[in-house]
């Protein structure tokens, strides 16, 4: 739509020049890691492991494990899935991966950005803070001691708790107890 304003676009919202500069160097590290092109979520850890065989080194007191090996793990629908890494892979995939946690701390400094910028504009002042279309409502102090009333729901302590709620009232006269059993 030509001449439409971008409401994303800082100058919508008067954003600090330091904020403004300190944004740009963000999005300057994020082009460099864009530039990269790879991205790996997860981590990488070194592993020592034992054998089955009775009689290895492994089994000595002090072991001498073997490895190192690599192993990749990552977090996909709330279930850890991880595969062995050769060396060769280990060297490759180890610069995408720090690649994604930069991307991760870029990301919260931008959000911090953001948030730092929403709270600072001066148009919360200018307007009550109240539902649209509402009226601004008085402060209301909650009471110190209650003086006897009962607390209720918003409501007067006249009025019934829930007005669909009445009372049975039935005139128990009629019943006449005999021997344990009730009758009419």
């Known amino acids: 739509m030509p001449g439409a304003k971008d409401l994303c676009h800082p100058e919508t919202v008067r954003v600090d020049a ?3 500069a300190e944004a740009q160097k963000i999005a300057a590290e994020l082009a460099a890691i864009a530039a990269t ?3 790996l ?11 089955g065989r009775a ?8 072991p001498r494990l073997h490895g190192p090996y690599w192993q990749w793990t990552r977090k996909i629908a709330a279930k850890t899935i991880c595969r062995w890494l050769s060396a060769d892979q280990h060297r490759d995939y180890t610069p ?8 991760r701390e870029l990301l919260a400094r931008l959000e911090a950005l953001g948030t730092a910028a ?5 148009r919360w002042e200018r307007r009550p803070r109240t539902r649209p279309g509402q009226p601004p409502e008085p402060e209301r102090q909650p009471p110190d001691r209650v003086d006897g009333d009962r607390l209720t729901c918003g ?6 708790p829930f007005a669909q ?3 049975k009232r039935e005139d128990l006269t009629k019943f006449v107890q005999l021997d344990g059993l009730l009758k009419r």
């Open 96 to 103: 995408w991966i720090d690649n994604n946690r930069r991307l």
């Open 55 to 62: 009689n290895c080194a492994c089994h000595a007191d002090p």
């Open 41 to 51: 979520p997860g981590s990488i850890t070194q592993r020592r492991t034992r054998c």
């Open 165 to 167: 709620l009445n009372p």
């Open 18 to 20: 330091s904020h403004q």
């Open 37 to 39: 092109g790879m991205v």
């Open 155 to 160: 409501q007067p302590s006249s009025q019934a």
């Open 118 to 122: 929403f709270d600072a504009d001066p």
